[in-house]
C-alpha cells in the first residue's frame, strides 16, 4: 500500500483557506458545530461521537469534517458547494473515486497565535486510505507517517518564548505546527526534518495557514545547517549565523536498540536517550548570544545515577538551563505506551509479549529503572557562572509558559550580577499573581503557617515565617530591601544586622521563584 500523492498549493490554496473560513471550518467553529465531548474526542483520535454529531447533516462545515477530519467519501455535487472544487481537485487536495471525491491528507482546524485560525495538513492515523499501489512519489505507509497536532506538540508551543528574533529553527519540523508557530515572531524561519514527506506537509501546512514560507532542509539532527556552524567569530544576533531561537520536538521516545517500530516520528534511531543528549549538546554551536534552544525530551533514571546530574551533564558549557521533569514512568508503564502507540496490543499476542519482553531485557541491560519526561531550555551566554535548575515538577502550571522561560533567565541575570548586600540595595514588588494562605487551627487568633501562592506561571507556593511574610507585603517598589527590613526590626525588637546577615537565605528564592520582581 501507499499514500495519495500529497498536495501541490497553488493558487487554489488560498481559495481553499477562504472556503474554510466562510464554513467556520475553524477550531471554535468545529466545536461548537460537534459540540465540546465529540470534538475533544476527536482530539483523542476517536472519531465515532463526531460521525453521530454530523449524521445526516449536509451543510459545508459537515462536508469539510467528513472529507479533512474522517477521512469519509463526500458526493462530488456536495463537495463543489463547500470549497472550490477544481481547484481543490487540480491541486491534489482532492482524489475522484467514482461519482464521490476523497481527501489525501487530513486538514486540522488549529488555534493560533493571536486568536488566528490555522490549519495543520498531515496524515491520518492509522494512516489514510491507500492510493494505487507504487503510485509515483508515494511514501512508504507507517514509517513516514506525518502526524497532527497533539500534547506534545501543544505543550512545546505553550513553552516557547515568543519575544521578535531575527532567525528560528524548527529542527525535526513534523507537519510545521512549531514552524507555523515561529513565523509570527521571526523574520525567517528555517524547519528541518529527517522524513522528506515530513517537509512537504509543513509546507503545505504554511501554506493553507496563510503563513510565510520557510526554509525547509532535510537531514538529521544539526546535519542541515552544519554549513551555518556557529563560532565566537562569526557574529551574533541579526548579522552573525546563530538562530535567536531553536524548537524541536523530537523523536524521543526511547526505543531499544533494534526494538523500535520504525516510525520516523517517535524513533530517533539512536540508543536510549542518545538523541536527545545531542540535541542539547549541539544547541550552543547553533544559538545566537542569548538565544533559546527549546525542546521536549525523554530521559533514562539511570540504576546509582541522579537523573538530574545526567541530564544536567547535557548542557553546552557557558549555557544557562532550566530542565523540568514534569512526569516519570517505570519502564513496564512506558513499554506498554509505546508499543500501544504503534498497535501491536492489536495484532498477535505473541508477538506483543515478545516485544514487550525484548523492550525489559534491553532497559535491564542498560540499568534503566525508570524513563522521565519534561522539557529542557538552554540559553547561551558568556556567564561565568552558568545558572543551571534541574527540578521534579509535575504539579499543574500555568500555560502559556513562554513569557515564564524568558522571566526565570531574566531573574538569574538578577541574582548573579548581585551579593547578598546589592540585593538588600536593591527595590522590589510583589508579583501581581500572588494569594495568601494562612493555616492553622479554626479559631485560633493567629496563623500557624502563612503561604503565597503563585496563580499564574509554574504555580508555585512558598512558607513564609514572620520576617518574609512582612517584607513581601512592605515591598511596593518605594523602598530599598534594606530598610524595609530596618523597619521590621525595629517592630519586632529584632537585631537589624543579624537579621540583614540572614537575609539571603530566603530573599534570594523568593526572587529567583518569581514571588518578588526586581522593580524598574
Same mark, same amino acid.
Given at each position: 500500500?501507499?499514500?495519495?500523492?500529497?498536495?501541490?498549493?497553488?493558487?487554489?490554496?488560498?481559495?481553499?483557506?477562504?472556503?474554510?473560513?466562510?464554513?467556520? @471550518?475553524?477550531?471554535?467553529?468545529?466545536?461548537? #458545530?460537534?459540540?465540546?465531548?465529540?470534538?475533544?474526542?476527536?482530539?483523542?483520535?476517536?472519531?465515532?461521537?463526531?460521525?453521530?454529531?454530523?449524521?445526516?447533516?449536509?451543510?459545508?462545515?459537515?462536508?469539510?469534517?467528513?472529507?479533512?477530519?474522517?477521512? /469519509?467519501?463526500?458526493?462530488?455535487?456536495?463537495?463543489?458547494?463547500?470549497?472550490?472544487?477544481?481547484?481543490?481537485?487540480?491541486?491534489?487536495?482532492?482524489?475522484?473515486?467514482?461519482?464521490?471525491?476523497?481527501?489525501?491528507?487530513?486538514?486540522?482546524?488549529?488555534?493560533?497565535?493571536?486568536?488566528?485560525?490555522?490549519?495543520?495538513?498531515?496524515?491520518?492515523?492509522?494512516?489514510?486510505?491507500?492510493?494505487?499501489?507504487?503510485?509515483?512519489?508515494?511514501? /512508504?505507509? !507507517?514509517?513516514?507517517?506525518?502526524?497532527?497536532? &497533539?500534547?506534545?506538540?501543544?505543550?512545546?508551543?505553550?513553552?516557547?518564548?515568543? #519575544?521578535?528574533?531575527?532567525?528560528?529553527?524548527?529542527? $525535526?519540523?513534523?507537519?510545521?505546527?512549531?514552524?507555523?508557530?515561529?513565523?509570527?515572531?521571526?523574520?525567517?524561519?528555517?524547519?528541518?526534518?529527517?522524513?522528506?514527506?515530513?517537509?512537504?506537509?509543513?509546507?503545505?501546512?504554511?501554506?493553507?495557514?496563510?503563513?510565510?514560507?520557510?526554509?525547509?532542509? %532535510?537531514? @538529521?539532527?544539526?546535519?542541515?545547517?552544519?554549513?551555518?556552524?556557529?563560532?565566537?567569530?562569526?557574529?551574533?544576533?541579526?548579522?552573525?549565523?546563530?538562530? &535567536?531561537?531553536?524548537?524541536?520536538?523530537?523523536?524521543?521516545?526511547?526505543?531499544?536498540?533494534?526494538?523500535?517500530?520504525?516510525?520516523?516520528? +517517535?524513533?530517533?534511531?539512536?540508543?536510549?536517550?542518545?538523541?536527545?543528549? +545531542?540535541?542539547?549538546?549541539?544547541?550552543?554551536?547553533?544559538?545566537?548570544?542569548?538565544?533559546?534552544?527549546?525542546?521536549?525530551?525523554?530521559?533514562?533514571?539511570?540504576? $546509582?545515577?541522579?537523573?538530574?546530574? #545526567?541530564?544536567?551533564?547535557?548542557?553546552?558549557?557557558?549555557?544557562?538551563?532550566?530542565?523540568?521533569?514534569?512526569?516519570?514512568?517505570?519502564?513496564? %508503564?512506558?513499554?506498554?505506551?509505546?508499543?500501544?502507540?504503534?498497535?501491536?496490543?492489536?495484532?498477535?499476542?505473541?508477538?506483543? /509479549?515478545? *516485544?514487550?519482553?525484548?523492550?525489559?531485557? %534491553?532497559?535491564?541491560?542498560? $540499568?534503566?529503572?525508570?524513563?522521565? @519526561? &519534561?522539557?529542557?531550555?538552554?540559553?547561551? &551566554?558568556?556567564?561565568?557562572?552558568?545558572? =543551571?535548575? *534541574?527540578?521534579?515538577?509535575?504539579?499543574?502550571?500555568?500555560?502559556?509558559?513562554?513569557?515564564?522561560?524568558?522571566?526565570?533567565?531574566?531573574?538569574?541575570?538578577?541574582?548573579?550580577?548581585?551579593?547578598?548586600?546589592?540585593?538588600?540595595?536593591?527595590?522590589?514588588?510583589?508579583?501581581?499573581?500572588?494569594?495568601?494562605?494562612?493555616?492553622?487551627?479554626?479559631?485560633?487568633?493567629?496563623?500557624?503557617?502563612?503561604?503565597?501562592?503563585?496563580?499564574?506561571? =509554574?504555580?508555585?507556593?512558598?512558607?513564609?515565617?514572620?520576617?518574609?511574610?512582612?517584607?513581601?507585603?512592605?515591598?511596593? !517598589?518605594?523602598?530599598?530591601?534594606?530598610?524595609?527590613?530596618?523597619?521590621?526590626?525595629?517592630?519586632?525588637? %529584632?537585631?537589624?544586622?543579624?537579621?540583614?546577615?540572614?537575609?539571603?537565605?530566603?530573599?534570594?528564592?523568593?526572587?529567583?521563584?518569581? @514571588?518578588?520582581?526586581?522593580?524598574?
Amino acid at each position: 500500500m501507499s499514500y495519495p500523492r500529497l498536495p501541490v498549493p497553488g493558487p487554489g490554496t488560498a481559495r481553499l483557506q477562504e472556503a474554510l473560513l466562510a464554513a467556520s @471550518f475553524t477550531p471554535e467553529g468545529l466545536r461548537a #458545530r460537534l459540540g465540546a465531548p465529540a470534538d475533544a474526542a476527536l482530539a483523542r483520535g476517536e472519531s465515532v461521537p463526531a460521525r453521530r454529531a454530523l449524521l445526516g447533516d449536509d451543510d459545508p462545515t459537515a462536508v469539510l469534517a467528513r472529507l479533512f477530519l474522517l477521512r /469519509e467519501p463526500v458526493a462530488r455535487g456536495l463537495a463543489g458547494r463547500a470549497l472550490p472544487f477544481e481547484a481543490a481537485l487540480g491541486e491534489g487536495w482532492l482524489e475522484r473515486d467514482g461519482d464521490e471525491v476523497r481527501a489525501t491528507v487530513d486538514v486540522r482546524p488549529y488555534a493560533g497565535e493571536d486568536g488566528r485560525s490555522w490549519w495543520i495538513v498531515c496524515d491520518a492515523r492509522p494512516g489514510p486510505a491507500p492510493a494505487a499501489p507504487g503510485a509515483p512519489g508515494a511514501a /512508504e505507509p !507507517g514509517r513516514d507517517v506525518v502526524l497532527g497536532p &497533539g500534547g506534545a506538540s501543544a505543550t512545546l508551543a505553550g513553552l516557547t518564548v515568543r #519575544r521578535p528574533v531575527g532567525r528560528a529553527l524548527d529542527l $525535526g519540523t513534523g507537519s510545521g505546527v512549531q514552524a507555523l508557530h515561529a513565523t509570527t515572531h521571526a523574520r525567517s524561519v528555517t524547519a528541518t526534518d529527517v522524513n522528506p514527506r515530513a517537509l512537504r506537509m509543513a509546507a503545505l501546512t504554511l501554506a493553507l495557514s496563510g503563513a510565510p514560507e520557510a526554509e525547509l532542509r %532535510e537531514g @538529521f539532527l544539526f546535519e542541515p545547517i552544519s554549513d551555518e556552524q556557529h563560532s565566537e567569530d562569526s557574529g551574533t544576533g541579526e548579522d552573525g549565523n546563530g538562530y &535567536g531561537l531553536i524548537v524541536s520536538n523530537p523523536p524521543f521516545v526511547i526505543s531499544p536498540a533494534g526494538l523500535g517500530e520504525g516510525l520516523t516520528y +517517535r524513533d530517533g534511531g539512536l540508543a536510549g536517550d542518545a538523541l536527545c543528549r +545531542r540535541l542539547v549538546q549541539g544547541s550552543a554551536a547553533h544559538l545566537a548570544e542569548g538565544g533559546l534552544c527549546q525542546i521536549l525530551a525523554n530521559w533514562e533514571h539511570v540504576a $546509582g545515577e541522579d537523573w538530574r546530574e #545526567r541530564v544536567a551533564s547535557w548542557v553546552p558549557p557557558g549555557c544557562d538551563a532550566w530542565i523540568v521533569q514534569r512526569e516519570v514512568q517505570d519502564v513496564t %508503564e512506558y513499554t506498554e505506551l509505546w508499543l500501544r502507540d504503534a498497535g501491536l496490543h492489536r495484532g498477535s499476542p505473541a508477538a506483543y /509479549e515478545a *516485544a514487550y519482553g525484548a523492550w525489559l531485557a %534491553e532497559f535491564a541491560t542498560r $540499568g534503566t529503572e525508570a524513563v522521565g @519526561f &519534561g522539557w529542557i531550555a538552554v540559553r547561551r &551566554g558568556g556567564a561565568e557562572r552558568p545558572h =543551571m535548575l *534541574a527540578e521534579d515538577w509535575p504539579h499543574a502550571v500555568a500555560q502559556p509558559l513562554g513569557e515564564a522561560v524568558w522571566t526565570h533567565f531574566e531573574r538569574q541575570d538578577f541574582l548573579r550580577a548581585r551579593d547578598d548586600a546589592a540585593l538588600l540595595r536593591a527595590r522590589y514588588v510583589l508579583a501581581g499573581d500572588i494569594v495568601q494562605e494562612q493555616i492553622g487551627a479554626p479559631g485560633a487568633e493567629d496563623p500557624e503557617h502563612v503561604v503565597l501562592r503563585r496563580r499564574e506561571d =509554574m504555580r508555585r507556593a512558598r512558607a513564609m515565617d514572620t520576617v518574609s511574610a512582612g517584607f513581601a507585603g512592605s515591598c511596593d !517598589g518605594t523602598l530599598v530591601a534594606g530598610a524595609i527590613l530596618d523597619a521590621i526590626a525595629q517592630l519586632l525588637g %529584632e537585631d537589624a544586622v543579624a537579621l540583614r546577615d540572614r537575609t539571603g537565605e530566603w530573599l534570594r528564592p523568593l526572587v529567583e521563584q518569581g @514571588f518578588l520582581l526586581p522593580a524598574e
